[in-house]
């Protein structure tokens, strides 16, 4: 197993999750009054994605066993190939990517050090809760874009995923070693609340709403990683 220190800084209070029950239909929401401008859109939803592919780089060159590097480089393949095709997007509109993303590296620079973890077990999960809720995430908030825009957004980040690696990573730990469950279902926990936030900058700022409209998105969001960690065999 890998290990390196970590100084963990302290954690903002994750959202509590609601007993399992079965999801009740959540009300449509308007996306236009929360969606940001499309360049501004497509410049956060590229840098996270180059965010999810270093760590998964950063998974590959410390797996303990060659078949999860080979596994995870295909993955991080995966989240390079959405950075480069969102970047694609923003030439199309005339914009200079790395301009675009620059004010967005600050918070997401630290939300990549603060979701890596203390091991490559918590690095996996946190790649996997952390992308899994946010490609979720703006793959809704998509709707608010141009038709044409949100329809090629839509491709990009609501195609096919390769989470299934991970997945097979975390259970054959898990079950390897029983000692695991209990710091990664915490650490799972701990992911919630520094993604959530993540997912409120995205809101466009002054928008004519109250950010409080958008929370039936927020819900399902938590829900879905409720079943995660549920197919993990971890408790959320």
């Not at 393949?77 to 480069?84: D, F, I, K």
């Not at 199309?92 to 203390?118: C, H, I, N, W, Y």
């Not at 077990?121 to 946190?126: I, S």
């Not at 038709?147 to 989470?163: F, N």
């Amino acid at each position: 197993m890998v290990n390196w220190p970590t100084s963990r800084r302290p954690r903002p209070e994750a959202p509590r999750l609601r007993p399992r029950v079965a999801p009740t239909e959540l009300s449509r929401i308007d996306f236009t009054e929360f969606t940001p401008e499309p360049v501004a859109f497509l410049g956060q939803a590229a840098y996270v994605q180059l965010e999810i592919f270093e760590n998964l780089a950063r998974a590959v060159s410390t797996a303990p066993e060659l078949g999860a590097k080979e596994g995870l480089s295909a993955t991080a393949g995966v989240a390079l190939r959405r950075h480069h095709e969102l970047i694609a997007e923003l030439r199309r509109l005339g914009a200079e990517p790395a301009k675009v993303m620059a004010p967005f590296a600050p918070a997401l620079d630290r939300f990549r050090q603060a979701t890596s973890g203390a091991d490559w077990y918590e690095l996996l999960l946190g790649i996997h809760i952390t992308s899994g809720m946010l490609d979720d995430y703006f793959v809704r908030l998509a709707e608010g874009l141009p038709h044409e825009l949100r329809g090629r957004i839509r491709a990009i980040l609501g195609g096919p995923r390769s989470s299934e690696v991970i997945e097979q990573e975390l259970v054959r730990a898990v079950e390897a070693d029983h000692t695991l469950d209990d710091r990664l279902a915490l650490w799972g926990r701990s992911l919630v609340g520094d993604t959530l936030l993540i997912a409120r900058s995205a809101i466009r700022s002054g928008s004519g709403g109250h950010a409080a409209d958008v929370e039936p998105v927020f819900t399902e969001l938590i829900a879905e990683h409720t079943r995660r960690m549920d197919a993990l065999g971890l408790t959320a």
